[in-house]
């Protein structure tokens, strides 16, 4: 049994292959996926079903991954948030956690360890 399994994971991210390739790496191992590419929808549907974790891409056109968790935090959402993002250059991940992502994972992500990574960041929550 996988440690992904029956975890409700959200993947938000302007890239549709890249939706479709974490989707697909996630449920492979038992979790089940929703996915966004903007921030609104995404915002809305968190006022009914919350996950267990949601990954979030920083660069995004409509409201960057900084401001879809200020708004989560503005709802009161206490869900543990990665960023995930190609900004992997020296202090950006003390930048990201200090705006209170719970953590990181560059992209572009190593596929073979991209599970155990959200598997990690959901035991360390």
């Given at each position: 049994m996988s440690?992904?399994?029956?975890?409700k994971i959200a993947v938000l991210d302007d890239n549709d292959t890249i939706l479709m390739l974490f989707s697909a790496?996630?449920?492979?191992?038992?979790?089940?996926?929703?996915?966004d590419t903007t921030g609104e929808p995404f915002l809305a549907r968190m006022a009914d079903a919350l996950p267990d974790l949601i990954l979030l891409d920083i660069q995004m056109p409509d409201m960057d991954g900084y401001?879809?968790?200020?708004?989560?935090?503005?709802?009161?959402?206490?869900i543990p948030v990665i960023a995930l993002t190609a900004h992997a250059m020296g202090g950006d991940r003390e930048k990201i956690l200090e705006r209170g992502f719970t953590g990181y994972i560059a992209k572009p992500v190593d596929t073979r360890s991209f599970p155990e990574q959200v598997a990690a960041a959901?035991?360390?929550t």
């Open positions: 440690l992904l399994s029956g975890k790496l996630l449920e492979a191992h038992g979790a089940q996926v929703t996915t401001q879809v968790l200020a708004q989560l935090k503005a709802m009161a959402i206490e959901l035991l360390h």
